[in-house]
Each structure stands twice: as structure tokens, then as C-alpha cells.
């Protein structure tokens, strides 16, 4: 109570006491501080100078006209540094249009990958002009909802291919995949297996795509069990490069479609007395900073995570506007990372 009390005391006298050391009513004071003209002159140099005397500290008028506007960014996650990553690109591009980011993980309290119903209800009560999804699963009805609401969106690599109209963003999966291969190949490894995201997943599918086509470019006959799916974690992945290690025929270099993943399989081989590069080569996916910091450094396919999250922002900002892209789908180019987890095969 007296920090209550201290605090209201520095917050300066209140507008009832500027008008009741003036004489007048509050409505009265307070047209004079908002700069009304229908007060009569005599009043108006009587409430001026109590609010001189008293120190009144007058506020600015809030103009809803020139307030930033609101955005959400919905993430599955605040733990990992692939949203960070997210939040640095967003946060950027954000600052630059003058607008304002909440950001909820929403995703993480329901079924995976879909936001709760709640949430999109809170959505309409703050006011926000548009959403980013990122790595997002919605239903129809929360599509139909958002289109019901006339709220505009745009997905952040989505988990799934989302409906015809829908704008999103993300990485060249397809390309991604094919240049890590590429390079394990001309390494002159053969025995080249994959661990994936989940099946269903958009971006791994595709990095699974790329990989059997570099493999069939080279002429390397593909093996169905060299390809192994998994979540994109690294205690699945540890588990599946056990798995492949177990084969009659273990492969010599592995890509693993996420960095984390790869940070899994690292303590699999390790477990193994197996090293890196000289037993078994392997690259990522994502040149998150854990790819850096691993033991070797891990050779990676970079996707540019920042850049994403601007370029949907920026989509998002042109739609609040009301121009639609001209392009519902865009790709941003992927590029391999050489660094020390990549070698030629053993003779």
C-alpha cells in the first residue's frame, strides 16, 4: 500500500485537484488540456495557471490513426534457435514497416501443428491485421475461420502443402536435398543413405525428392532401406542411424534433412567408436549455430531462416494493404555449407 501510495504521489496531482484549485468543473479542465475552444477565456487563464502551480503533466493524446499496426507471428516453438532464427528476420522486417509483433506458441498447447481455437478468438479481440504462421498445420474450418474473418496470413514453411489461394514461403527443399547428395557423391561415396522428417511433411519429402534424383543422376543404384524417417529431433535420429549401422551393408555417408538431427546421429557413431569424417561422413540441413559448434563442424545445406521470415512478412504487410502477390508460392534458394564432416570414403 505505500508504494501505491509514493507512486500515485510522483504521478503529479490528478485533473479533479487542477479543477478544484481553479474552480471549475473536471469536464471544464479537461477541455482546456485537450485544447477545446469553447471555453471562456477568463477559465481558461484560471485552469492554465493551476496547471502551471500543481505541475500537472499533461499526456499526449493517443492519435489510433498513427499507432503502429499489430501482427501476429505464431511459432511451434520459443525454445529452439531455428525460431529464433524466425523471430530475428521477422523482428527486422517489422521494425522497418513500423509494425508491431506478438508472438505466441499457441502451437505447442493442442494437437501438433494446429493452433487452438481459443487463440484465434483472442486474435480478433486484440485487433491484429494479420498473421505468420510458421510451421503451422491448420484445418479447414480454422482456414475457413481465418477467411471468415477476413484476417490475411501467410505460412511460414508449412507443414503440409497448404489450400489453393493460401501464400506461403520457404526453402528450396527439392534443391537442398540434391546438393547434399551431390556432394556426398563426388566425395565418391555410393553407400548413401538419409534420415528424414516426418513422412508427411512438405519440406521433407521434398529433401528426399532431391536426394533419390541426385542418385539416379549418378547412376547409384537407390536402396529403400537407406532411407529412414524420423522426427526432426535428435533422440529418433540417434535411434535411426543405430538402425542403419545394423544393416549387412552400413552406408559411408548419411544426409540428415535437419541440423539437430545430425547432432543425434553424431552421438550414434560415437556410441559406435565411429568417427566423423573418417569412418562415416554426414551433412545437415538448416546451418542453425549448433552446425558450427559441433565436433567436427558439420557440413550443412544452409536455409535462409531470416530471410524467409522477412519475405513473409513483407507478403503480409502488401496483403494488409489489400494487393494480393502475384505468386502464392515462393522459394528461397538453399546453398551448401562445406566445413569438416565430409571426406572421401576409406579405400
Known amino acids: 500500500m505505500v508504494r501505491t501510495a509514493s507512486a500515485s504521489v510522483a504521478a503529479g496531482p490528478t485533473l479533479a485537484v487542477v479543477a478544484r484549485e481553479a474552480g471549475v468543473s473536471v469536464p471544464t479542465a479537461s477541455k482546456v488540456v485537450n485544447g477545446r475552444e469553447d471555453v471562456a477565456p477568463e477559465t481558461r487563464r484560471r485552469v492554465t495557471e493551476a496547471l502551471d502551480r500543481l505541475g500537472y503533466v499533461r499526456r499526449p493524446r493517443f492519435d489510433a490513426a498513427k499507432a503502429p499496426r499489430l501482427v501476429d507471428l505464431v511459432v511451434h516453438s520459443l525454445e529452439s534457435s531455428w525460431s529464433g532464427a524466425v523471430l ?3 523482428e527486422e522486417a517489422a521494425h522497418d514497416a513500423g509494425l508491431e ?7 505447442i498447447r493442442s494437437r501438433v501443428g494446429r493452433p487452438e481455437r481459443g487463440w484465434l478468438d483472442k486474435l480478433v479481440a486484440r485487433g491484429s491485421s494479420g498473421v505468420l504462421f510458421n510451421l503451422a498445420e491448420l484445418s479447414d474450418s480454422q482456414y475457413a475461420w481465418l477467411e471468415q474473418h477476413r484476417i490475411p496470413f501467410v505460412m511460414i514453411d508449412p507443414v503440409q502443402e497448404p489450400p489453393e489461394g493460401v501464400v506461403s514461403v520457404g526453402a528450396a527443399n527439392w534443391q537442398g536435398g540434391l546438393t547434399a547428395t551431390e556432394h556426398l557423391l563426388s566425395l565418391g561415396h555410393e553407400r548413401v543413405a538419409v534420415i528424414a522428417g516426418p513422412r508427411r511433411t512438405m519440406c521433407s519429402s521434398a529433401r528426399v525428392a532431391g536426394y533419390r534424383s541426385a542418385l539416379a543422376s549418378a547412376g547409384v543404384r537407390h536402396r529403400p532401406e537407406y532411407v529412414r524417417h524420423a522426427g526432426f529431433d535428435e533422440s529418433v535420429a540417434h535411434r535411426r542411424m543405430l538402425e542403419l549401422l545394423d544393416l549387412p551393408e552400413p552406408p559411408t555417408a548419411v544426409f540428415v534433412c535437419s541440423d539437430l538431427m545430425a547432432l543425434g546421429v553424431y552421438e550414434a557413431l560415437a556410441e559406435r567408436g565411429l568417427r566423423v569424417p573418417d569412418d562415416i561422413s554426414v551433412v545437415g540441413f538448416d546451418d542453425l549455430p549448433e552446425a558450427r559448434w559441433a565436433s567436427p563442424a558439420l557440413t550443412t545445406v544452409r ?15 502488401r496483403m494488409m494493404d489489400g494487393h494480393h502477390p502475384e505468386s502464392t ?11 569438416s564432416s565430409t571426406a572421401a570414403p576409406r579405400a
Open 101 to 107: 509483433v506478438v508472438v505466441s506458441a499457441a502451437l
Open 303 to 317: 536455409q535462409p531462416l531470416s530471410e524467409m521470415a522477412a519475405t513473409g512478412l513483407r507478403s503480409l504487410l
Open 88 to 90: 530475428h528476420g521477422v
Open 329 to 339: 508460392r515462393t522459394e528461397l534458394s538453399t546453398r551448401l555449407v562445406e566445413r
